[in-house]
């Protein structure tokens, strides 16, 4: 537990360390960083666009597709920027009111990412499980209201964090050993009780993270029950596709998100936790929309056909 120092100094900046490991290979690292959030941006882009304007990909599943794209762009868009300066400069400086907005955009996007994928699951248990009543249950009055819903409760509950770390005092030291401000880092600078602010995070955690974790596990074991039913084998295979890009993808997220919250933020383990959090910061956003396309044939369908109308317009 932190004491709390009655005649403390607030400090107006922090400073990012990034990766003190990698200076010597700083400009190499800062050009893959960046190739790798420019194509994130371009695919995840390419996905809304797809989506908002094909016929083909109408869909809830695909509704769902956009939003979950739109989540990654703001994910990316709210970390990487930062921490190229970081990299390119080892280390810099960041306001406290950036940081802890980042900390907040941080904080709403994963939550809405994490129940954005149990709607997406729910999707796909109504499309296998109960194919008769799919198009009257999933009609676009639901799918709209739970998307509204994952990021109202989502940026909701992230405020109440982000209004408990405002009333923190921060006396110093101001160095985050981090490349982004993230909720451990930012905790361990405070010099205030933060008491309220482990049992407040823990609270919060079960209805944006435990509930749709179980939600998925649950709506996917009566999916495979379903699948295991089906009596061909080529029926079996057909089904499974219809979901399996979305199993990837939970399986990544989720893998990811847990080794990062479960590794301490701490001693030895602190490389460890950086490097996971890169993973999925920087890796999850990127491959996302390659593991819905590659085995989409709707998909591939819309964007060769965007791709050559695009081409006939730059001819004309």
Known sequence: MKI???NSTSISEFLILGFPALNDYKLSFFSIVLLMYCVTICENLLIILLVSTSRRLHSPMYFFLGHLALTDVILVTSVVPKMLDVIIRDGSLIPYVLCITQFYLYGGIVSAECLLLMAMSYDRYLAICKPLHYISVMGVKLRYSLVISSWALSFMLAFITFVLVLDLD???????????????????????DTTVMDIEIIVISIPVGLIPFLFIIITYAHIFITIFGIPSTLGRHKTFSTCSSHLVVVSIYYGSMLMMYMVPYRGHSLSVNKFISLVYIELTPLINPVIYSLRNKEMQASMIRYLMVCGKKKLL
């Open 170 to 192: 921060f006396c110093g030291p101001n160095v985050i050993n981090h490349f982004f401000c993230d909720f451990a880092p930012l905790l361990e600078l405070s010099c205030s």
């Open 4 to 6: 709390h120092m009655v």
